[in-house]
T-cell receptor
């Protein structure tokens, strides 16, 4: 049973660039949520996708956008990168647009220089 | 904000002892979840308690919820070195999870 997978594992970008992170949910799950985790902090909710639509959004600027594909996989795009965007980006999957018992991927470590 | 705020921020105990972690949140929830994070296994769901429940058990874990006080506690009995990790109290409402800053638990062999 495949768990949540994310790619790439690590990424180094320069300020002002754009980045795309990818996530495949756990087999059987149809809902994907994205989180940003700064060092020493808890994960912060970015947004959730269900039925290919953004259903919930946290307090993040429009530079953060996403997409969900018909196979339930998802992408997180961040434009005009800032140094403060450096963090671990976590993807979590669940069922039915809910947040019950989310399964998290290993994350993508993004460093902005 | 529905942020869960954990107490204490750090806890160090001897293997075999019990660990109790507390959490408070600010607004209405429909569930309260606890997650664990360590470098080996990433972020893992431990237990969920719904707002109409008061206590729940899962293996060595016991969680309580007091909605009148907007607080929850997580008890880990007979701790093991492998329980060393960061523990997060997570307030759940309307499909959105709000994590606290976490509690760092160290279990000494």
């Amino acid at each position: 049973d495949a768990g949540v997978t994310q790619s790439p594992t690590h990424l180094i970008k320069t300020r002002g660039q754009q980045v795309t992170l990818r996530c495949s949910p756990k087999s059987g799950h149809d809902t994907v949520s994205w989180y940003q985790q700064a060092l020493g902090q808890g994960p912060q909710f970015i947004f959730q996708y269900y039925e290919e639509e953004e259903r919930q959004r946290g307090n993040f600027p429009d530079r953060f956008s996403g997409h969900q594909f018909p196979n339930y996989s998802s992408e997180l795009n961040v434009n005009a990168l800032l140094l403060g965007d450096s963090a671990l980006y976590l993807c979590a999957s669940s069922l039915g647009g809910t947040s019950y018992e989310q399964y998290f991927g290993p994350g993508t470590r993004l460093t902005v220089t | 904000s529905q942020q869960g705020e954990e107490d204490p921020q750090a806890l160090s105990i001897q293997e075999g002892e019990n660990a109790t972690m507390n959490c408070s949140y600010k607004t209405s929830i429909n569930n309260l979840q606890w997650y664990r994070q360590n470098s080996g296994r990433g972020l893992v769901h431990l237990i969920l308690i719904r707002s109409n429940e008061r206590e729940k058990h899962s293996g060595r874990l016991r969680v309580t919820l007091d909605t009148s006080k907007k607080s929850s506690s997580l008890l880990i009995t007979a701790s093991r070195a492998a329980d060393t990790a960061s523990y997060f109290c997570v307030a759940g409402a309307n499909s959105k999870l709000t994590f606290g800053k976490g509690i760092t638990l160290s279990v000494r062999p």
